[in-house]
């Protein structure tokens, strides 16, 4: 089993700034897991944000492209969304996801889920 469990959300004004964090633990979780971030707004589908493979090769949706940074703490256990320029539009809950596969950006690649972190971003 693995457990993700998210923290970081809150509100803020557009243009400022939110650091997500996802802590991993289990006996089954690996440090070779690729992770990810996903978002889920109001009355829409869960989409990708960003990726993070074992080797810190990383990618991103266009939307946060330029803002977001994906990162993975020196143990490899923790999971980190560093959100810049933050805009109304990346109101969402943010969710954790973890893979034993390789880096993707499919949901349905990934086993192992957080329980959500809220972030609102007001105008």
């Known amino acids: 089993q693995v457990q993700l469990v998210e923290s970081g959300g809150g509100l803020v004004q557009a243009g400022g700034s939110l650091r997500l964090s996802c802590a991993a633990s289990?006996?089954?979780?690996?440090?070779?897991?690729?992770m990810a971030w996903f978002r889920q707004a109001p009355g829409k589908e869960r989409e990708f944000v960003a990726a993070?493979?074992?080797?810190?090769?990383?990618d991103y949706a266009d939307s946060v492209k330029g803002r977001f940074t994906i990162s993975r703490g020196n143990a490899k256990n923790t999971l980190y969304l560093q959100m810049n320029s933050l805009k109304p539009e990346d109101t969402a809950v943010y969710y954790c996801a973890a893979t034993a596969l390789t880096i993707s950006t499919m949901r349905r690649e990934y086993d192992y889920w957080g329980q959500g972190t809220q972030v609102t971003v007001s105008s």
């Open positions: 289990g006996r089954t979780y690996s440090s070779t897991y690729a």
């Open positions: 993070i493979s074992r080797n810190s090769n990383t």
